[in-house]
């Protein structure tokens, strides 16, 4: 690692005192009422796992600048840091790390009652190429997924139309321009007690 590159295992966000905004994508039907109301419908289905992300490019990735099926609608969702911080001091590893845990069967049954799971992926570029560093996914469920639809989200926005703005700025080489319209993203404290591997997971 040089000076100038991140950390392996760190969580990059916009972020302010009290709130952090992570990224998710849907299909217009329900993305669409999310963003005009600043919450999730009833349609939401808060009994299901939901997977956000603090980064806008690997969200961008994820979704293919908002043009896979289904993914369509692009909502930057504010949330409360204490939600944030509170989902990621009760997460497990997605994955078994020996060194972390005691045996396969001790991770799976933390990962059962786990109301939130932490999954570390190659971060993207603006051409959506692999970085050299990890980028956080945070999967909720459970008591997890409900409260950040019912209590910690505190506005959502629809991030479409700026999504396909830097998409077409990258596709057109104008990629100082683009890099000018990204959130401005910044080092997020790691709470106290977030899941991380022993090494680089080499995935």
Known sequence: MTASTPPQHEIRALHTATTVTVYQAYAPSLGLPAARDGRFPPAWKRDRMTWIKPSFLWMMYRCGWGAKEGQETVLAVEITREGFDWALGHAELSHYERGVHPDRATWQHDLRR????????????????????????????????????????????????????IHELVRAGRTDAAAALLPGESPYPLPQGTPLPVAPATA
Not at 140 to 146: C, F, K, M, T
């Open 114 to 165: 786990a109301p939130a799971r932490v999954q570390w992926d190659p971060e993207r570029d603006l051409h959506l190429d692999r970085l050299p560093y990890r980028s956080l996914q945070l999967g909720l469920a459970g008591e997890a997924s409900r409260r950040y639809a019912d209590e910690w989200t505190v506005a959502i926005r629809d991030v479409t139309p700026l999504a396909r703005e």
